[in-house]
């Protein structure tokens, strides 16, 4: 494996497809309680880093000088460059990961995986440091939000009429607009909607059951969606995105729980099953 290939494969973890494996195991198997509010500062952070993206337009190192990156490279670079997707999103979900849970190895490793992937951006020239160093300042910010619970309570409070109103804005967009607005919007009117009430489960057959399980669930509802979504009219790409996204997280959230309730048990029935047990000694 030559340098550039290293640097493809990290930065390849922070495309959308790893985003979304890792807050769906985080929600199932790490911290139900946390994934509303991780998911809700997620989506907030991308939809910032897109009307920031396409608000300012600036170019990419690569914009006058193609030869300063190589194909593969410029590949995994979608859109204006100021601020970089890769590093912003991956400060979120990382920094916001670590600031839920708060141990002092789990910040080590989110930290360095964040690292990397920033860095990532500017060994393969597809991002000035700049663009780097905005995407990460801006990550912390969301991180924090996630790690403070403060998209879980207030305004962002679990109820099925402002995701609803997302939902509707996102369909109203003008279909000139980057995909990103209405796929934005539907990732935030799913996790705002989301109301997780299970635990994770107690033993290693159901964590694994689970995370296979569900993966392979979230995937083909993925493709699934976006097969359909190729079926219908250009006019209704952006509606079809919105509702895309919004299912998945539903899907993620509210549908394997109840899929795999044999191993993500409810908290009520998990409160019932203790308040059951007998006291110790009798």
Not at 36 to 54: H, M
Not at 203 to 221: E, M
């Amino acid at each position: 494996m030559n340098l550039e290939s290293f640097w493809l494969l990290i930065t390849a973890l922070g495309n959308d497809l790893i985003f979304i494996a890792v807050l769906a195991l985080y929600g199932w198997l790490v911290r139900p309680s946390g994934i509303r509010a991780l998911g809700v500062a997620f989506a907030l952070s991308y939809l910032t880093n897109s009307l920031l993206k396409y608000g300012l337009n600036l170019p990419r190192p690569f914009a006058n000088d193609p030869s300063v990156a190589s194909a593969a490279a410029q590949a995994t670079a979608g859109g204006p460059g100021l601020p970089s997707g890769h590093a912003q999103m991956s400060a979120a979900l990382w920094g916001g990961v670590a600031a839920q849970l708060r141990r002092p190895w789990v910040w080590a490793v989110c930290l360095l995986l964040v690292a990397l992937i920033a860095a990532s951006r500017l060994a393969l020239h597809v991002h000035y440091p700049s663009d780097v160093l905005v995407g990460l300042l801006l990550g912390a910010i969301f991180a924090g939000l996630a790690g403070a619970g403060l998209t879980g309570r207030g305004l962002f409070a679990h109820t099925f009429w402002w995701p609803l109103a997302l939902l509707v804005v996102a369909c109203l967009l003008p279909s000139s607009l980057p995909d990103e607005y209405s796929r934005g919007l539907g990732i935030l009117a799913g996790f705002w909607f989301a109301a997780p009430r299970y635990l994770p489960p107690s033993c290693w057959v159901g964590r694994i059951g689970v995370a296979v399980i569900g993966l392979l669930t979230v995937l083909a509802v993925y493709l699934a969606l976006g097969a359909l979504a190729g079926l219908l009219p250009t006019v209704l790409d952006g509606p079809a995105r919105a509702i895309r996204y919004f299912a998945l997280v539903w899907v993620a959230i509210g549908g394997v729980p109840q899929l795999l309730k044999i191993w993500l048990r409810p908290v009520e029935e998990q409160h019932s099953a203790s308040q059951s047990l007998p006291p110790l000694g009798q």
